[in-house]
């Protein structure tokens, strides 16, 4: 079957970097989005990965690594507006998106 | 309007009847989605049309229908609603003819089915 693993929530302290995984197995792999979902709105697009690397936008970064089945999200000098669920997806080989459940990212003053 | 709406934004809805959300994007995207977000769950596709007259079935398709009559309104309609339909329903479009394919969210619509 198809799986996306994510932590269920973390808690982090404005100022500081965070980092959240997302492991997954799924039939082929066409890239890998990760989404932004503020409580009771849409998720809204934050980046995409297809190649293995780091891709760096403002202060979030999210890494791939095919081989591994694993992507990462970082968020550097964390704002209390950043306190949001972060979705991962996976476009599989019939070009669906697999969704992650989302990690629930807490932000402490 | 500007992208993606949806209506009503929320809805209690008797167990057995019909009901069709409505989901009009701008955008002049090719593709659109729709998707039930539960508690603890990712989300889950229901339908989704590559383009104007085509719809496909998604991962949980049973209980619902849709159209797709034009390039901008994909309705989905559940024909007699069961409570375990109650959840959160947002519609995506796409433009799939361009380089990276992504999805673009309406707000939402929360159907609670008693």
């Known amino acids: 079957g198809q799986n996306i693993d994510q932590p269920t929530e973390m808690t982090a302290t404005e100022g500081a970097i965070v980092q959240i995984n997302c492991t997954y197995q799924t039939s082929g792999f066409n890239g890998l989005f990760w989404y932004q979902q503020h409580a009771g709105e849409a998720p809204t697009f934050l980046s995409y990965n297809v190649l293995d690397g780091l891709e760096e936008k403002g202060r979030f970064s999210s890494f791939l690594s095919r081989s591994k089945g694993y992507s990462y999200l970082l968020l550097k000098e964390l704002q209390m507006k950043d306190s949001a669920s972060y979705l991962c997806?996976?476009?599989?080989?019939?070009?669906?998106?697999?969704w992650g459940a989302g990690t629930k990212l807490i932000i402490k003053p | 309007i500007a992208g993606i709406t949806q209506a009503p934004t929320s809805q209690i809805l008797a167990a057995g009847r019909r009901m069709t959300l409505r989901c009009t994007q701008d955008?002049?995207?090719?593709?659109m989605y729709w998707y039930r977000q539960d508690l603890g769950l990712g989300l889950r596709l229901i339908h989704y049309?590559?383009?104007?007259?085509?719809?496909g079935k998604g991962e949980v398709p049973d209980g619902y229908s849709v159209s797709r009559a034009n390039t901008d309104d994909f309705p989905l309609t559940l024909a007699s609603a069961v409570p375990s339909q109650t959840s959160v329903y947002f519609c995506?479009?796409?433009?799939?003819?361009?380089?990276?394919?992504?999805?673009?969210f309406g707000p939402g619509t929360r159907l609670t089915v008693l």
């Open positions: 955008m002049r995207h090719n593709a």
């Open positions: 997806a996976v476009v599989d080989s019939n070009y669906q998106l697999i």
């Open positions: 049309s590559n383009t104007a007259g085509t719809t």
């Open positions: 995506a479009s796409s433009d799939q003819r361009g380089g990276i394919d992504t999805q673009y």
